[in-house]
């Protein structure tokens, strides 16, 4: 009888310690999987050679971490004993920060706050100034290109979670680089786009308005992400605003009854980074069905989107065929969607894409707006400069900004800084002119080794500059 | 490979263990030996055919020298057959330490340094090389004679359970298991039992404190960091209170115990699943009362290894007080370097020399005199200092952490910044001094050195199943950390 017991638990054993291999190979059961995105491990490859000189050992245990059996319940296992027990997961060390009530933010939308977040793209708050007044003129030149051609191009800023619900921001993020000079996109760039006359729409100033009005949450109290409810108010505004710059008239939105409900994707999304087996207590959000009015006179133009995670919660909700004839998302000038059989931006003939649309959006949320809409103005403004038709194009203004643009890296390295200034000593001018006419040097060498999508060809004039070595 | 990875835990031990209980009995050693020298070949494929090798010849040289009637002879073979492990072990341990202070000192002479390629470890080589030593010696000495299979010697030496981190188990305690050796149910249950207590030791303790330690103090070895790096641990150390500083050295010292101690927990209840009973290598060393007590409680089967191999034939107590001393301290400084070749290791081992010494001359008497528990205290603290020189390879970075932990700058840290380390330091003194009270003893003897009831088997069982599920979990959840979506 003992054996008997003994016997049973050892076989027990064995069918733990082979759960997992078992689980992997047959796929079964199956777990609801984790929420989030990681960098895949690449799947090794076993050869003789590999295995010898020991790579694909290196290769094989990252991979098993992502791939093994019955990994989704016990990283959900682990991730919840972390919870109950210290309030924390492997996220909230770096990507989910805790706020008052249980309120979550994002690392970098906190920092933004207390504008520190330019320290990722800029040494300093003036290069950072200097970088984004750049791209603000650079953004006029591209808009007046466009509207040249009849295309409307716009910046849409997203509201930030922040600046909407500051009352519940986690304490002690205020103190660090405190005496040191700090910036803020967002509210440089509104500046930026009124004097120069850049097309905008700031959501996140006329959130700020309708906050203490609003029927429901602006943002999730466990989300990143503008609610369901504010992207729809969003998403209304936004098509008012593209009837207003384009004088045509849309499709208004229409909301089937509301309903409060339980979180849905993305309403939830810094909670289900937590990949807990439980889900956290919070309240019921607010969601309704959407579809585009019976007007038989409405227009439905094709518009780019540009932008980042902040279109999701539109595109999730809103019917885009109702509303638009074809309506690409460029996510991060990067992947496309929404727009078969294209994958990426890459793909694209751009010229051609740019050419077909009836606008562009360059959509970002407000603690975004230092990814200098991630290359596309100037991308956009090389490919339309050669394309061969009536319009003028002012490379005059576009050198002028090359070389400031150049100036400004250049600044921000400081090896480079030591061989000007000894450059300046030995021809006897100032620093700032050497700077400028190194700057000068490396547009020109861009332009004549065509790295630079330039049409003229033409070295520009008036160059005081050698070959000073700095490429 | 290393026994707390998903290659080992999830694919190679449970195909390992369904291979070995469905073959016949008598083929078990040859299961046991394939996958030993698969285990490895996995984690050092360079060092397999020199391991292999080496172990062939010092099979044979020690036959020779069995067979043989001439002393001399007899004498050469002997020789012979420990230069052979004691030699790789010289050059691949510490050839890398000779030629950078050889360059060192030629640099300061004005000479032009050698060039050489650096030489990497092959894992488990202090090991298996002082195995196979026990192995000539006791064959020699006569207290056992020498294996018949080539097959079984090879398995000896290359046993995956101790290969990479002990025990150093002695020929004369293994040699009768290898040939024939019985593993009951109970004994399968035990040994699952002891190796989920170790992947917990390891895991859920020794990992969770030494991340953090390794935030503070960086990694042990500075050799892969650049100068900034460097430069910024040591900011980051004059910066640290008395406080946390006191914190990250008594962390080390719970991280080192508890690593170890689980290693060797799991290897002898990978052992004692295989019928094997391996000798124990810890015995709540934090509970001593003097520094000779540490080292009759902590890494024991190295500790009898000096003893045996290197003490004694040293001459031990037999040739004056003077000699004694000195011997003691040799055998600690070499099981110093024997632990890492830098100048660090020796500074520890050093250390631990002189107080075995002075244990000797007074330090003894003075601890028995105040009582168990001030002695067990301050014994604790004077091991979590010496630590400092096992744990930081940079000398002057051990003695700024030294100044901070003496600076005074005592700061209250609230439990809630560090709920986690300080809660796992607490689980970790908790288990380091239970069984200073009859209670813990008891557990402890019921835990480890008992045969079990069916119900108790059937309790233990729940818990070790959920323990083992848990420590994988840990084990892959720990930096499991995604992104909402990719950011380009």
């Excluded at chain 1, 933010?105 to 977040?117: G, I, K």
């Excluded at chain 2, 040289?61 to 002997?78: A, D, I, S, Y």
């Excluded at chain 2, 202090?126 to 064959?139: A, E, I, K, R, W």
């Amino acid at each position: 009888m003992k054996t008997t017991t003994k016997t049973i638990l050892f076989a027990l054993s064995a069918v733990l310690l082979l759960a997992s291999m078992l689980q992997n190979w047959l796929n079964w059961p199956r777990f609801k999987p984790l929420k989030g995105v990681v960098v895949e491990e690449p799947k090794p490859k076993l050869t003789f050679q590999n295995c010898c000189d020991g790579s694909f050992q290196q290769q094989v245990e990252p991979y098993l971490k992502q791939h093994f059996g019955c990994r989704e319940p016990l990283i959900r296992l682990y991730n919840q004993y972390l919870w109950d027990f210290y309030g924390k997961t492997p996220v909230t060390e770096g990507q989910v920060l805790f706020g008052k009530d249980g309120w979550m933010y994002e690392p970098w939308v906190v920092a933004d706050h207390y504008q520190r977040q330019f320290r990722q793209y800029a040494s300093d708050s003036t290069q950072m100034a200097m970088m984004l007044t750049l791209e603000a003129e650079q953004l006029l030149q591209l808009q007046q290109l466009l509207e040249e051609r009849g295309i409307h191009l716009f910046v849409c800023m997203a509201p930030a979670k922040d600046l909407i619900y500051p009352e519940y921001l986690p304490e002690n993020q205020d103190t660090r680089f405190d005496n040191e000079p700090k910036i803020s996109a967002r509210f440089f760039n509104e500046k930026e786009y009124t004097r120069l006359g850049i097309n905008h729409l700031n959501l996140e100033q006329w959130f700020l308005q309708i906050k203490d009005t609003a029927d429901f949450m602006l943002f999730p109290k466990t989300g990143t992400h503008w609610s369901k409810y504010a992207a729809l108010q969003g998403a209304d505004t936004l098509i008012r605003y593209m009837e207003h710059l384009g004088g045509i008239n849309m499709h208004n939105l229409v909301i089937g009854p509301r309903e409060l409900g339980k979180a849905q994707d993305p309403d939830d999304d810094l909670e289900s980074l937590l990949n807990l087996a439980r889900p956290l207590p919070k309240p019921k959000y607010w969601y309704a069905e959407v579809r585009a009015d019976e007007d038989t006179t409405a227009t439905k133009p094709k518009m780019i989107v540009i932008g980042d995670s902040f279109w999701w919660t539109i595109a999730f909700q809103l019917p885009f065929g109702e509303f638009f004839s074809q309506i690409p998302y460029w996510y991060y000038n990067s992947s496309v969607y929404y727009y078969p059989p294209y994958d990426s931006v890459a793909e694209l003939d751009f010229a051609e894409e740019l050419l077909s649309a009836d606008f562009i959006v360059l959509f970002y949320c407000a603690t975004q707006q230092y990814r200098l809409n991630d290359g596309f103005t100037q991308k956009a403004i090389e490919v339309l400069a050669n394309i061969n038709d009536s319009i003028a194009f002012d490379s005059v203004a576009f050198i002028e900004r090359e070389i400031k643009r150049t100036v400004a890296k250049l600044l921000a390295d400081p090896s480079s800084m030591d061989m000007i200034r000894e450059k300046a000593a030995q021809r006897n001018v100032s620093i700032e002119q050497a700077l400028h006419d190194d700057a000068e040097w490396v547009v020109n060498y861009q332009i004549e080794q065509g790295l630079m999508n330039w049409p003229s060809k033409q070295r520009i004039k008036n160059t005081k500059s050698e070959n000073h070595g700095i490429q | 490979m290393v026994f707390s990875s998903n290659v080992f835990l999830l694919y190679f031990m449970p195909i390992f263990f369904l291979v070995y209980f469905l073959t016949p009995k008598k083929a078990r050693n040859y299961i046991l030996l394939l996958a030993s020298l698969v285990f490895y070949a996995y984690g050092a494929p360079d060092f397999i055919l020199q391991l292999v090798g080496s172990t062939v010849a010092n099979f044979f040289l020690v036959k020779w020298m069995c067979k043989t009637e001439k002393p001399g002879l007899k004498k050469l073979l002997c020789g012979l057959s420990i230069i052979i492990p004691i030699g790789l072990l010289l050059f691949y341990k510490y050839g890398n330490f000779t030629m950078e202070n050889l360059n060192l000192i030629l640099g300061l002479t004005g000479h032009t340094p050698l060039t050489w390629r650096r030489i990497l470890l092959p894992i488990g080589i202090s090991f298996f090389s002082f195995q196979s030593v026990t192995y000539t010696l006791d064959t020699y000495r006569g207290v056992n004679k020498p294996m018949e299979k080539l097959t079984d010697f090879v398995l000896y030496i290359t046993m995956f359970p101790q290969l990479i981190a002990g025990p150093i188990i002695r020929y004369c305690d293994v040699a009768d298991q290898i040939r024939n050796r019985e593993s009951n149910m109970s004994d399968r249950l035990q040994g699952f039992y002891r190796f989920v207590i170790g992947l917990c030791k390891k895991i859920l303790i020794a990992d969770v404190i030494g991340a953090q330690v390794d935030a503070i103090l960086g990694p042990a070895n500075f050799s892969l960091l650049d100068p900034g790096q460097i430069s910024e641990i040591f900011t980051r150390v004059a910066a640290l209170d008395s406080t946390t500083a006191w914190i990250v050295s008594l962390a080390y010292t719970f991280q080192i115990y508890f690593d170890f101690a689980g290693y060797s927990d799991m290897a002898i209840g990978l052992g004692r699943m295989m019928g094997f009973k391996f000798p124990e290598n810890f015995d709540n060393p934090y509970t001593s009362g003097s520094i000779t007590e540490f080292w009759r409680r902590w890494h024991m089967t190295l500790g009898a290894f000096i003893m045996n191999y290197l003490y004694i034939p040293l001459g031990g107590n037999r040739k004056g007080k003077g000699r004694m001393y000195f011997n003691l301290w040799v055998c600690f400084l070499l099981s110093g370097l024997w632990h890492g070749a830098s100048w660090n290791f020796l500074v520890w081992g050093a250390l631990h020399g002189f107080f075995i010494c002075a244990d000797k001359l007074f330090l003894g008497k003075v601890m028995k005199k105040i009582g168990k528990v001030p002695s067990v205290i301050l014994t604790f603290l004077l091991v979590n200092l010496i630590w400092v020189f096992f744990r930081v390879e940079d000398f002057s970075l051990a003695w700024l952490l030294i100044k901070r932990m003496f600076a005074f700058e005592f700061t209250l840290l609230p439990f809630s910044a560090n709920a986690q380390l300080y809660t796992t330091m607490i689980v970790a003194a908790f288990f380091s001094f239970l069984t200073l009270t009859k209670f813990g003893q008891k557990v402890q003897e019921k835990v480890y050195f008992t045969d079990y009831t069916d119900g108790q088997h059937i309790a233990v069982w729940v818990v070790a199943a959920f323990a083992f599920v848990f420590c994988v979990a840990a084990l892959n959840a720990s930096d499991f950390s995604p992104f909402i979506y990719f950011r380009f």
